[in-house]
């Protein structure tokens, strides 16, 4: 049987999300096709959407509409005096699901030595930036208990030696290896509770 091109270019592009091989791709693109109406018409237009609207704010990593400004790093909702450093945005969704943190989020956009990850292209010179210019009280450094993570961590801090910032991180409950997102509530909470100081200040 001859194949149709579209299809394949779908499953291919599907088999590429976090998760999802070629096989789990087939079976999302067969459900698509045969809920078209239901499903891919109005996913298509959210999509289109979503790429013409939504982007990363270049301040605090966090998603935002290009209508409007920043919710995350602008004093709308109240001014908070503590940041949580986090890698992605999938980390800002768990920790922010578990109520467990009340303040602003930073997001890096990766690691050190990630991917081929440089310094310059975290938001790290940012949040140096945000510290001084909102006078921020605590820096909490959640990154992963990967050997990157930690290595983002210190450098971090490193970058934030002659603030009188207070700098922590996330402690007991934290596996090492483990990744933010992937923790539970309970971990998430224990891990932010017990959270040691870094700096000295």
């Given at each position: ?22 096989k ?15 499903i ?32 995350n790093?602008?004093?709308t ?17 768990s ?16 690691t050190?030595s ?41 450098y ?24 933010i ?21």
């Open positions: 049987m001859k194949k149709i091109e579209e299809i394949e270019d779908l499953i291919k592009l599907i088999s590429k999300l976090p998760g999802l091989g070629p789990s791709a087939k079976r999302i693109v067969l459900k698509l096709i045969n809920n078209r109406n239901e891919v018409k109005p996913m298509a237009n959210i999509l289109a959407k979503v790429y013409k609207n939504v982007i990363r704010c270049n301040l605090c990593g966090s998603l935002k509409s290009n209508l409007e400004g920043c919710m790093c602008e004093h909702n109240g001014k908070f005096n503590k940041i949580c450093v986090v890698e992605d945005i999938a980390d800002q969704w920790i922010e699901s578990s109520n467990i943190f009340q303040g602003y989020f930073h997001i890096l956009g990766g050190l990630s991917a081929g990850q440089r310094k310059e292209d975290l938001l790290i010179n940012s949040l140096v930036e945000r510290v001084k210019r909102d006078k921020i009280e605590e820096v909490i450094l959640a990154t992963s208990a990967t050997v990157e993570g930690q290595t983002t961590a210190y971090i801090q490193d970058s934030l030696k002659n603030s009188k910032t207070k700098i922590t991180k996330l402690a007991q409950g934290l596996p090492v290896g483990g990744e997102e992937s923790l539970d509530d309970g971990t998430l909470f224990s891990a932010f509770k017990n959270r040691s100081k870094l700096n000295s200040s």
